[in-house]
Nanobody
């Protein structure tokens, strides 16, 4: 059983930056591809970014490409989401998730989420 704990959310202004962290425990971190998702009020949860086991392949939603960067530190069992040039439409609860198979189609474990609010 893998536990995921997100941190780093907060209230910022448009154009600011935030870095989210997701600490994993209870499993072998290197065995999981990792992803970030978000859910805004009244909307479906959506994919934001994902990274493969070793960290050399990264994928992004079009809405965040060029502004967000996903990375991982396997020695620290942590995945990060660096968010730059934030926009009000980035406001959402952000979740990290672990994907054992690494195909990006099914995530086995989810964190509890961290709120990001971007004011205009």
């Amino acid at each position: 059983q893998v536990q995921l704990v997100e941190s780093g959310g907060g209230l910022v202004q448009a154009g600011d930056s935030l870095r989210l962290s997701c600490a994993a425990s209870g499993g072998t971190f290197l065995n999981y591809a990792m992803g970030w998702f978000r859910q805004a009020p009244g909307k479906e949860r959506e994919f934001v970014a994902r990274i493969n086991y070793s960290g050399n392949r990264r994928y992004y939603a079009d809405s965040v490409k060029g502004r967000f960067t996903i990375s991982r530190d396997n020695a620290k069992n942590t995945v990060y989401l660096q968010m730059d040039s934030l926009k009000p439409e980035d406001t959402a609860v952000y979740y990290c998730a672990a994907d054992r198979a690494g195909r990006g189609t099914n995530y086995d474990y989810w964190g509890q989420g961290t709120q990001v609010t971007v004011s205009s």
